[in-house]
Structure formats: C-alpha cells, structure tokens
C-alpha cells in the first residue's frame, strides 16, 4: 500500500469525521447542546448519584488507580517469578493470565491441549499449581484478580485452598474473578456448559462469597472481550451493562438480598483509541448503571449503585507493524481510562501483536501508568472533563444508545435468550466487519499499517514459549495424580455430581475437591456428564 | 459457469478468538468465493474430513494461541494422507517470525500476519488456488 507521506494534502481534510465505532461528530459544541441536561440529576458531584463524574467525591487524591498488570505464562514457577519482579517494581495488584487449556477446563494431557499448554498464560491444572503459582506471595497481603471463567468456581476454589495452606483467612482475602459466562457466549467464546448450568455457578459464587469471602469480587462483567471482538463502543457498553443487568436477575431468583450480593459486581471495559469516546463511555456507564440499581432492582445501599472498574487498552489497535508506535497508542488510551476514572488498568505491552511480552516490553506498560500519575497532573483533580460541551454530550449520546439496546434485549427475554438467538454475536460480527472494511478503503488511517508503512522494519526479541513447559506441566500433573488419594478424590468428584443435580450451592463441594487435589479437567469433565457441553451453531 | 473457489476456513485448538476467522470468511464471500466456516475447536482431524466433504481447494486456519507448530503440521500430514496435497494452505494469525520458514518448509503457502489487507488474501488465494473440481 502507498503511503501518502507526511506532506501530502492532508492539509484540507476532506470526507467524514468519525469515531472509532463510526460515530458522525459535530465540528463544534456549544451550551445549546447540554439544554435538558441537569447537573444535580444528571451529573452530581463526584460521589453522588448518578456518579457520571465518578463514585469518589476526591477522585484520584485520596488514591491513585491500582496498577494492575495482566500476566501469566508457562509454568507456574516461571509465572511466579514475573509476578514477583511486577511487585518488585512498583505494581499494586496481580492478575493472572491463565492458559487456554486451563479457561476451558481440560489438564495439560489432553488431547485438545496440545501445542496450547503455558501458551497464552499459565497452566494451572490443581492445587499443586496453584501453590507454586504463589508461593511467596502473602494472599493475605496481594489483591489477585483472576481472568477466569467457564472454570471460575473451579480455579476460585483452589484459590481459596491455597489460602488455606498458608494459613490465610477468607475473610481477608481481596481480590476478583472474572467469573463472566455471558460474555463468553457473546464474544470470547470459552465456553463449556450451556448458559443456564454456567449461570448457576455464577450466582453459587456469589451466595458463597456473600458469607465466606466477603471482601471479594465475585464477578467483574466484562465489555473488554466484546469490544475486541468488534463492537463498538455503544454496543461494548450495551451488551456489558445488559449482562450485569442479568447476573443481578439471576442473584435475586436465586433467592439474594440484591444489596447483599450487588456491591461485589464490578466491571472491565476496554480502552481504545477514539480518546473523547471512551471517557464519555465510562461516564455513561456509571449513571446507567446507578439509574438501574436504584430504579430497576431498587438497590438500597449506595455501594450497590456505583459501577467499580478495571480498564485495558485496547489489545486489538496494537499493530504487529511498527510495534514501538504501540507504547504511544497504550498511553493515550491509558490516559483515557484515567480520565474517565478507571478503578484499576492494565496496559498492554508493545509486543503483544506479536507475542507474549517480554518482561522489558511489560516493565515499560507499568512505567506508561506511572508516568501519567506522577508526572502529568492528571490525577490531581476530579473528573476534569466534566462540564465539556461535547464530553457531555457524547455522554448521553452513548447513554441513549445502550438504552436502546436494553428495549430490544429485554423484549427478547432477556440476555440470555437473546445469546440463545444470537443477537449479539450478530450485531457484533457486523460492527467488525463494518471496521475491516473502513479499513481497507483507507477511510481508517492505522499508522504503520495502511498509511506511513516502512518497508524492511528490523524484528524486536519476542518471548518464545517451547514445548518443555507442556513436557513440565505433564509431569506435575502425573506426579500429583499418583501421589493423592485417590478414594477422596473419587468420592470428592461423586459429590460434586450429585451437588449439580439436587442444587446445593457447588462452592463448598468443588472446594473440597481442590483440597483433594482433583484437577481442573476431573472437576470440569464431572460436571460436563450432568450438564452437557454447549456448542455455537458456526454463522459468519 | 466458471466453479467457484471452495474454502474450508477453520479455528483448530482451544481458542475462541474468531473476529479474524469470521471476518475474513466474510470477505472471501463476499469476493465470490464459496466459504464454508467449520466453527471452533476443530480437530485437525475435523478440519481435514471437512475440506474432503467439501471438496475445499482451500483451507484457511486461524491460529492466534501459539499452538501453529502442533497444528499445522498434524493438517499437512493429514492431507498428504487423504491425497489432497493439491488443497491450498494458509493461515492467517500471530505467528512469530522464526516459524515462518518452519511452516513454508511443511507446505503452508501462505502466512498472512495481523494487519493484512483483506484484499491481499483473496489475491492470493485466486492465484494460488488449483481447482480440484474444474469448470463445467
């Protein structure tokens, strides 16, 4: 493709101004365009309802975002040794990347792991893993965030095992799994059962936490996976509040307190390049959210109306080309989770289109975040765009869209019938597509990639994972498997069977089945006898 | 009529990432080639029983996860075994640079990493694609 070079008439830009999602702009914003929107109503002080400009009346003062780098390869020990080098330099939190293998429930042995083993996160096959995972960390002293889903309850469990083991309360225990079974069906697709068994173990945790775990967030409901799988921002914002609006559902017909259960919800969106866009979003997300807990579910305790999140940049803007230009995209977009009042962030690093990153390239996303919160002044006062003509306006626009969204799913029955039907895995391989095609025509500048390309780019070092971590992970798996007893682990998965068919609460029963070292495949595969396996029909 | 080009396109291993595959299956389409998407977690078993059914002179695989240097060369040796070595293979995905040679060596003739241009896979494959079944 011919690069038009830096010079060209550019000058006189010409065509349509859009956003990243395809949404038209306005040149120019006035007052005029904030007519019908009311402060006190509408916006409120940071910390008041409806929380648009976020749920901490001093924002960033009292304490910056947690610095949370996702991460997770090979073998647990290896794992173990890049978490402790993340802590070592300055990061606040540990999230754990796990491998394809363990998200699906299969062990290291499996047929279908093949060539999938440490891959694209660690392997965690049983408590023996989970051990060395961690070892010499204090889980007492850590918060761990999980990406885990169809297996959530499984790999929680022996979590909560190896707390135990280092003599660690539950009670003190902080953290969040993912733990989000509906966006899996929408756009992540790892699955295992179908959506009403999968959602069951969902509001399980949930009970379970409300009791023994309390500081624990039970779910972070995910619009990070539907975004890169294409969505726009509206229909990332959409789709992911119309889940949680589900799992809120689902929590109260399991008999909860909707207060008891909703302030451990939180959230994770996605940051991508459009900068204005996505600080409108996270606004949107808050006062919708608000308006629905308090209005919808008639919530009572304010901490069940704050919408908490975890932002990522945007893994799916990285380009394989020009890879440094990455470090400058993932600040932007680092910068627009901040200003839209993110929680907690991860920043990606300049080597994931590629691979998974180097501890360089990983060191480097950390210090991107911190060099926003020590060096810009950015944090320093609340909600800064707030007030903005055309931030508020994009704003209720985004708003107005979800809402639309929560008419037409809602008038299906709800998110779950709606993915039964495919409605937003339809409307999210369009808005992929749509993107492509932007693309191709060249109506979308990606630099590096369909405009200012340079030919004969020199490779960067990237991480190579070998076939001895599978080798590895084999044999632990073996060894722990000849080394257990196996009476227990017989009776413990039995019990786990009869918990899925009479209804108890599956927490306890798959957390004795961790502490008998059953694997994560065992576990998994006890429970795909009773329930099934779900399968998507292939439509393109 | 002229046969239209038959491509199997699949997503073999664990990963349930298929904007690329879905994406690129569209476009294909869209050029007036007949596409056939196999769905996730495809064996590559599966993947080769549904290019013989289908009578695919393509197979596109969608690899994202790593796991290319298993997968590949399980579907080449497959192939090779049915007696269809005419059937074009390419795969498009993250695949680092040292693998590259590894798989043109087993046979995969194209590798299109991210950031293609979708029109630049059709070329190639209306190029490079040997009709099994000739015009009639």
Redesign the interface.
Known sequence: MESRGEQSERSTRRGSFTTVSGRPIQPLHTPADLAGIDYRRDLGDPGDFPYTRGIHATGYRGKLWTMRQFAGFGTPEETNTRYKQLLAAGGTGLSVAFDLPTLMGRDPDHELSLGEVGKCGVSVASLADMEALFDGIDLGGVTTSMTINSPAAMIFAMYLAAAEKQGVSWKTLSGTIQNDILKEFVAQKEYIYPPRPSMRLVTDVFAFCTEHVPKWNTISVSGYHIREAGATAAQELAFTLRDGIEYVQYGIHAGLDVDAFAPRISFFFNSHSDFFEEIAKYRAARRIWARVMRDRFHARNPRSWQLRFHAQTAGVSLTAQQPYNNVVRTALQALAAVLGGAQSLHTNSLDEALALPTAEAATLALRTQQVIAYETGVPNVVDPLGGSYFVETLTRDLEEEALAYFDTIDGMGGMVEAIERGYPQKEIAESAYRFQQAVERGERVIVGVNDFVEAGEAPIGILYIDHSVAEKQCARVDRVRSTRDAGTVRASLARLQDGARNGENMMPLLVEAARAYATIGEMCDALRQVWGEYEEIPVI | MAHKIRVV?AKP???????GA??I???L?DAGME?I?????Q?PEQIVAAALQEDADVIGLSIL???????CPAVMALLEEKGLRDVLVVVGG?I???DIPRLEAIGVRGIF???T???EIVDFIRKHARLRVESV
Request: aromatic content about 2%; hydrophobic content about 35%; proline content about 8%.
């Open positions: 396109i291993g664990l990963d349930g990432h298929d904007r879905r994406v299956a569209r476009a389409r596409v998407y196999t769905g996730l977690r064996t996860s790593g796991a290319h240097m298993h997968i993250i680092p640079d040292v990493l991210p950031g241009p979708m029109q």
